[in-house]
């Protein structure tokens, strides 16, 4: 496994963001590419200051210092529950690595909270399966409707939450540089 480390590692350092890309739709597409270790390492590396970074999406999404600073906050507060329930969230289990480690989470807190997200997603969705099996196909349509409402609830929600932390972290801001003045 040491072997599959050090190239998933040049990869990314050699492609960046073409490798995450190229890992994700290989494996997707079929092929025996290790998408998740492309995630993690991708977070690894982005949380070294290496050129994966969410600079990129700075501008995209029109985000300053205070958002990313706010952002940091949220994940340092609440990224292990962010992490663990990522993981039954098509679409957010994609990029919750990434963005943790860019925002600067540990990565043996990710480790801890994404193996044991993982664990209990198998066994969640493997018992379900396992009892659902006569209703395969109505089960699998119900899912997958559920999991999409829950995706756009739950992003929902968390830019609500970093909108509220992000006022608060700019209003700690002010006390702080204005200690006399009073911060509504």
């Not at 949220?74 to 480690?101: D, E, K, Q, W, Y």
Request: some cysteine; charged content about 20%.
């Amino acid at each position: 496994m040491h072997w599959l480390a050090h190239g998933v590692r040049d990869a990314l350092n050699s492609w960046g963001y073409w490798a995450v890309l190229i890992g994700l739709l290989g494996e997707d597409a079929g092929l025996p590419l290790p998408g998740e270790t492309v995630l993690m390492f991708a977070s690894f590396v982005a949380n070294k200051n290496s050129g994966l970074q969410l600079h990129w999406a700075r501008k995209l999404l029109h985000l300053d210092d205070i958002d990313i600073d706010a952002a940091r906050d949220l994940i340092h507060r609440h990224g292990g529950r962010t992490i663990f329930f990522s993981r039954f969230i098509f679409g957010l289990r994609t990029i919750a690595g990434p963005v943790a480690g860019s925002l600067g989470m540990k990565w043996k807190r990710f480790v801890k909270y994404n193996a044991a997200g993982a664990a209990t997603w198998v066994c969640t969705i493997t018992f379900i399966g396992y009892g659902f099996a006569n209703e395969f196909k109505n089960l699998l349509s119900y899912v997958e409707k559920a999991s999409w409402r829950i995706s756009a609830a739950l992003f929902l929600t968390g830019y609500l939450i970093w909108r509220h932390a992000k006022h608060q972290y700019r209003d700690k801001q002010r006390y702080k540089e204005h200690p006399n003045s009073k911060v509504a």
